[in-house]
């Protein structure tokens, strides 16, 4: 198993922009495919974005389609998500998670969890 450290959140205005980083540790960061994940009070945990073991290949939710951006260092063993234009409905804990599947974001795919790293959009 992979370990995975979320940092980066905070509280922001609408309009605002955030990056979140995910630290990995314990197997080959490049083996798995990452993925960013978010769950909003009350609500269950949704896809946001995927990047392959390359970085070459990325996939994102319609919600953030356009404002989001997630990238990899494999150097570093981080994983990214840059988050613009964001708005008070993305306000959520947001996860990161590592697969070994070829996944397009299907919760069940994802066998490593970080603990999270709260946003807060602000009106």
């Not at 993925?35 to 009070?41: K, V």
């Not at 319609?62 to 990899?72: A, L, N, Q, W």
């Amino acid at each position: 198993q992979v370990q995975l450290v979320e940092s980066g959140g905070g509280l922001v205005q609408a309009g605002g922009s955030l990056r979140l980083s995910c630290a990995a540790s314990g197997r080959t960061f490049s083996n798995y495919r990452m993925g960013w994940f978010r769950q909003a009070p009350g609500k269950e945990r949704e896809f946001v974005a995927v990047i392959s073991r390359s970085g070459g290949s990325t996939y994102y939710a319609d919600s953030v389609k356009g404002r989001f951006t997630i990238s990899r260092d494999n150097a570093k063993n981080t994983v990214y998500l840059q988050m613009n234009s964001l708005k008070p409905e993305d306000t959520a804990v947001y996860y990161c998670a590592a697969t070994n599947l070829f996944s397009r974001g299907s919760l069940a795919d994802f066998h490593s969890w970080g603990q999270g790293t709260r946003v807060t959009v602000s009106s």
